[in-house]
């Protein structure tokens, strides 16, 4: 089976296995905060607030996550008897008068409350992620950054290794809301040297310790260096980032060609046609750069992963 097609076959069960699996995403229900502390509004759970609700002089109210707008009736406080003062429609913090009782009626929802929510991490770097506080089951994907190709220092005309390309790695987990995990993307590979520098290998990409991305490996310096082996990952569903191409003699004969591997389920390696000149970058995410021909020449570098998580 072609490869190309193999990974679009395999690319385009996971995004079906994500558009099917919303019914467990749109875990938020629709909330709001009463003197600054979230509380759910479900009127089919015991533990979920009921309506309607009763609050009192320098109270404060405010929508929260899943809620457009706050409908509230609001009484004047005369002795022991109440009487109407107004309609009220809350959006932001607002604080009950003095001398007045807020009796809250409903609540709006956001438009199309069922659809997913999602973050996604595309620069390389270390971040921090918290678990919302309605949500317990979280899908996530993470693609590892791409190798960087090998700098070329000889003049025999060969290409230098091109780098390999980062893993891709998909799986969905129980999670406790308000856990925070530490997100890392992958940082692409550096280029090689024209002194003949091998490329450097790509960086993982992890949420914790529920999945890891690895990144490419860096190709070989020097004409005919060998290509750099593509990542793998730790998901249950995952796609192997493909290898860097092994350097090809001579650079300038016709149909030889230094390409960086694609990244598993992501971006393109780099190509690098025109005869004995410097590499090519990968594209994002995961694509690894290709090598240099000829000599003198650098490397390119690959591109960086990302992660992307769905609740």
Do not use: H
């Not at 932001?92 to 069922?114: C, F, G, I, Y």
């Not at 918290?130 to 899908?139: E, F, G, H």
């Amino acid at each position: 089976m072609n490869k190309n097609y193999l990974l679009f076959s395999v690319s385009t069960f996971f995004i079906s296995f994500l558009l099917s699996a919303n019914i467990a995403f749109g875990q938020c229900k629709p909330s709001i905060r009463i003197d600054g502390n979230i509380s759910i509004v479900d009127q089919t759970s015991p533990a979920g607030l009921q309506f309607p609700i009763w609050l009192k002089t320098g109270q404060t109210l405010a929508i929260d996550q899943s809620t457009f707008s706050i409908s509230v009736i609001e009484f004047i406080v005369d002795g022991n008897a109440l009487a109407f003062s107004q309609v009220l429609t809350v959006t932001t913090v607002q604080t009950v008068p003095a001398d007045r009782v807020w009796k809250v009626e409903s609540v709006v929802k956001q438009l199309n409350p069922s659809s997913y929510s999602s973050i996604t991490y595309s620069n390389y770097g270390t971040y921090s992620w918290k678990v919302p506080a309605c949500a317990s089951y979280i899908c996530i994907e993470a693609w590892g950054g791409g190798g960087g190709g090998g700098g070329n220092a000889t003049q025999s005309g060969s290409y230098a290794g091109a780098g390999g390309g980062g893993a891709y790695g998909q799986e969905c987990f129980n999670v406790t809301p308000g856990t925070t995990y530490t997100v890392t993307v992958g940082a692409g590979g550096t280029g090689g040297s024209s002194s003949g520098g091998a490329g450097g290998s790509g960086g993982s990409s992890s949420v914790g310790s529920l999945i890891t991305a690895g990144g490419g490996y860096g190709g070989t310096g020097n004409a005919g260096g060998a290509g750099g082996a593509g990542g793998t990952s730790t998901a249950a569903n995952n796609i192997s980032g493909g290898d860097g191409t092994n350097g090809n003699s001579p650079c300038n004969t016709a149909g030889l060609f230094s390409r960086g591997g694609i990244g598993g389920n992501g971006g393109a390696g780099g190509l690098n046609l025109s005869p004995c000149n410097g590499g090519v970058a990968g594209t994002a995410p995961g694509g690894a750069g290709s090598s240099g021909g000829w000599y003198n020449v650098l490397g390119a570098a690959g591109a960086a992963g990302k992660v992307v998580i769905t609740w």
